[in-house]
């Protein structure tokens, strides 16, 4: 599983920005015209930050072609591809001129013995046509070489590709595939860039990409293809001469210009995707400006807790001051000195305890406890940490209590972890049920002590005096009449003096599965 992960970073990063210029026929057979466009592309990509690759195509004719239909001029695809047919040695040398210039090469395969030449001329990757995606013989082909592959899914059922990708991860190949439109040039409305999305969405660990086919002029597909997510990015390139005419769908080398600016300028808006971005200082400043500072309320004693009761909040807040953004459960503030009513809190004069590491971590073991008991838990449920003696000892003293229900009756789940105690204590206005769900626990009533397991029920009457503890950990099912705030009467009276010995927040459902948030 690891190595796959691997696999799947690799050819990520391979991928990654990835533009493709497609030759294809646009040499019009003449390899002086053709190694001209090659040069020309280079020239204008010398000053882009772009992986750049440069694509040929190639069949072999005599086998692709049947052979009563050779010489037929009145067949769009016989007539195009016979009388712009290059040589061996021709394409070898457009194959020299990209390697020379510096571009990754890559290369269409349509038949078997291309892909023995693609091979045999040493192309860094094999790119699959829209036409061939299914083409089983050609893939069977292709997916014995070593080779990087692109796959095209213009005109590709979902069943299909979904088998494409499927034989090419099940034979471990590294490979991308591209949103297509094989209308040649495809208008505005026949783009379907929302493909990109869909294909993101179903093949979250492949690389997709979009090949291009719009007329030359637009520069706004490509625009919203890097926005959507596509890594690579494809298009034919090739030169008019007043020998040689250019189709509707290839573009110049001025026009890759503008398209190559055009996609500098697009993911400059769209910045930083792999990462949070980095906060600029001035937008920081931007925003403290509209923080609320913390102020005294009234005059705060040496060593006193600030809590909502002593200060309040506005603006505007000065340099160092604590503002209402600092502010959290899991932060607790102290006084160091005194600080006047209507006084700035200034952080040199705080003392401050940040419990969020704690309670995560209790959060984390309390997780795994239910997880293991396999106790149902609502979605979204009260949850109180009860660290009675401070939330430093709450492994030896405290429990978790998860307020299902309150009114007329009332339900909760108490949660002790392993080795954990619940002080004495009694109750005034509420009895008490517990029910042992999982684990173990023993409970002092007025001086009996008694061991239970899962399934066992202890009634606790109004003023007996109660603790409990665990062993091994345990889950237990509260359930009593109204519970009321103020109604646990410890023995100890440190803990009755200690305001602070309840962390209250949510407890969502999901975290037993997934990282707490």
Not at 128 to 133: N, R
Request: one cysteine or more.
């Amino acid at each position: 599983m690891n190595g796959f992960r691997k696999q799947n970073n690799m050819q990520n990063k391979f991928f990654q920005n990835l533009f493709v210029f497609d030759l294809a026929n646009n040499h019009m057979g003449d390899l002086e015209h053709g190694l001209r466009i090659i040069r020309e592309i280079h020239e204008v990509c010398r000053p882009f930050d772009f992986k750049v690759a440069f694509k040929l195509q190639y069949r072999e004719l005599d086998t692709f072609i049947h052979p009563e239909f050779k010489n037929r001029k009145d067949i769009k695809y016989v007539k195009r591809f016979t009388e712009t047919k290059l040589s061996e040695q021709r394409l070898m040398k457009l194959k020299d001129e990209i390697d020379r210039l510096g571009f990754v090469s890559v290369c269409t395969a349509f038949d078997e013995p291309s892909v023995d030449l693609i091979n045999k001329h040493g192309f860094d990757i094999i790119k699959i046509a829209s036409c061939s995606l299914t083409d089983w013989p050609l893939l069977e082909k292709i997916v014995q070489t070593q080779k990087t592959l692109i796959a095209s899914t213009a005109g590709a059922s979902l069943n299909d590709i979904d088998k494409v990708v499927t034989f090419l991860e099940h034979r471990e190949k590294s490979f991308c595939i591209m949103h297509c439109v094989a209308e040649y040039p495809t208008n505005n409305g026949h783009l379907q860039l929302g493909q990109i999305d869909f294909l993101k969405h179903r093949y979250p660990t492949v690389p997709i990409g979009y090949s291009t086919h719009e007329i030359p002029d637009n520069v706004d597909a490509i625009k919203l293809a890097i926005a959507k997510g596509a890594v690579v990015f494809e298009r034919h390139v090739g030169i008019p001469t007043p020998r040689y005419s250019l189709n509707d769908y290839s573009s110049t080398p001025q026009q890759i210009q503008h398209w190559l600016n055009a996609a500098k300028e697009a993911q400059q808006i769209c910045g930083v995707t792999e990462k949070r971005m980095d906060v600029s200082p001035k937008e920081c400043l931007e925003l403290r400006a509209l923080q609320r500072g913390v102020f005294a309320k009234r005059t705060i004693a040496k060593g006193e807790k600030i809590t909502s009761s002593n200060i309040f909040l506005a603006i505007p807040n000065v340099d160092k001051q604590l503002i209402a953004n600092d502010l959290s459960k899991y932060s607790e503030y102290t006084a160091l000195s005194e600080i006047k009513e209507n006084r700035p809190l200034l952080l040199q004069d705080l003392d401050q305890r940040n419990l969020r590491d704690r309670v995560l971590q209790i959060i984390s073991h309390i997780s795994r406890l239910v997880s293991d008991s396999k106790v149902s838990l609502p979605e979204k449920v009260d949850f109180e940490l009860s660290h009675h003696y401070g939330i430093e000892r709450f492994d030896d003293w405290g429990a978790a209590i998860m307020s299902c229900i309150n009114r007329e009756y009332c339900k909760k789940l108490v949660i002790l972890l392993k080795g954990q105690k619940h002080p004495i204590h009694r109750h005034v206005k509420k009895e008490e049920t517990f029910q042992v769900l999982y684990g173990d626990v023993t409970v002092n009533l007025n001086g009996t002590v008694k061991d239970y397991k899962a399934g066992d029920i202890v009634v606790v009457e109004r003023g007996v005096n109660h603790s409990f503890s665990s062993r091994g950990g345990t889950i237990i099912e509260e359930i009593s009449t109204t519970h009321y705030v103020g109604d646990s009467y410890y023995e100890d009276n440190q803990i009755m003096t200690n305001t602070n010995r309840k962390t209250q927040m949510t407890f969502w459902s999901d975290w037993l599965y997934k990282p707490i948030s």
